[in-house]
T-cell receptor, first 116, second 112 residues
Framework: GAVVSQHPSRVICKSGTSVKIECRSL??????MFWYRQFPKQSLMLMAT?????????EQGVEKDKFLINHASLTLSTLTVTSAHPEDSSFYIC????????????FGAGSRLTVL | AQSVTQLDSHVSVSEGTPVLLRCNYS??????LFWYVQHPNKGLQLLLKYTSAATLVKGINGFEAEFKKSETSFHLTKPSAHMSDAAEYFCVVRVGTYKYIFGTGTRLKVLA
C-alpha cells in the first residue's frame, strides 16, 4: 500500500534555531501534501496545503514566515520551523493523497518536536 | 458548514466485549466519512471509509461503521475488543477535494 515517510520522528532543538521536517511519498507521486499539527490530547489541526512547484496555502492563523513549506518534487515536501520557541513544541504530521479513491489520505508517522 | 462531533472523549471496555465509538456529522449533502486510528506517537491509520456506496462499511482489524442518514451518525463498532485496540480514534469528514475536518478524538481504553 501507499506509504508516507516522515523524518525525523523526534527532534530536540534549542530555542531560536530552525528545524526541518521531511515528508516523502515512497511509492507514489503526490502533487499535494498536507501538514498538520497536533497538540497533546487534541485533534489534528491543518496548518497548510503544500503544492508541488508552487506556494503553499496556509490556514488562517498559521504564520507562513514561521512555518516554511517547500514542495520541490512530486515525492518530497519539507516543513521548516524557523526560530523555534518552546510553544512550537508539538507533534507534526504530514499526509498525502495516495489516489486510493475518495481522495483517501495516507499519513506519515509524525515528528515530535521539542524546543528547549 | 460540515463538521463531525465525537460524542465521547474517553471510552473504556473490557477485553472481549463490544466497542462502540460514536460520531455524528453535519453536512448539507452526502458526505465522505472516515475513521482513523492513532497509536501513541504514531501517525494515523485508515480504518475504513464511507463514500456513498454501502451504508455498512467494513474496515480493518474487525472494525465496521454504519452510515445512518436519518440520524446523521457514523458510529464505529467492533464485536470484541482486543488489548491492541487501545488507541485514539478520529472520525473525519472530507469537505473538499483534499480538505478534511477531524473530530476531537475518542481515546479507547481496553481493560484486561
Amino acid at each position: 500500500g501507499a506509504v508516507v515517510s516522515q523524518h525525523p520522528s523526534r527532534v530536540i532543538c534549542k530555542s531560536g534555531t530552525s528545524v526541518k521536517i521531511e515528508c516523502r511519498s515512497l511509492d507514489f507521486q503526490a502533487t499535494t501534501m498536507f501538514w498538520y499539527r497536533q497538540f497533546p490530547k487534541q485533534s489534528l489541526m491543518l496548518m497548510a496545503t503544500s503544492n508541488e512547484g508552487s506556494k503553499a496555502t496556509y490556514e488562517q492563523g498559521v504564520e507562513k514566515d514561521k512555518f516554511l513549506i517547500n514542495h520541490a518534487s512530486l515525492t518530497l515536501s519539507t516543513l521548516t520551523v524557523t526560530s523555534a520557541h518552546p510553544e512550537d513544541s508539538s507533534f507534526y504530521i504530514c499526509s498525502a493523497n495516495s489516489g486510493g479513491g475518495a481522495n483517501v489520505l495516507t499519513f506519515g508517522a509524525g515528528s515530535r518536536l521539542t524546543v528547549l | 458548514a460540515q463538521s463531525v462531533t465525537q460524542l465521547d472523549s474517553h471510552v473504556s471496555v473490557s477485553e472481549g466485549t463490544p466497542v462502540l465509538l460514536r460520531c455524528n456529522y453535519s453536512s448539507s449533502y452526502s458526505p465522505s466519512l472516515f475513521w482513523y486510528v492513532q497509536h501513541p506517537n504514531k501517525g494515523l491509520q485508515l480504518l475504513l471509509k464511507y463514500t456513498s456506496a454501502a451504508t455498512l462499511v467494513k474496515g480493518i482489524n474487525g472494525f465496521e461503521a454504519e452510515f445512518k442518514k436519518s440520524e446523521t451518525s457514523f458510529h464505529l463498532t467492533k464485536p470484541s475488543a482486543h488489548m491492541s485496540d487501545a488507541a485514539e480514534y478520529f472520525c473525519v469528514v472530507r469537505v473538499g477535494t483534499y480538505k478534511y475536518i477531524f473530530g476531537t478524538g475518542t481515546r479507547l481504553k481496553v481493560l484486561a
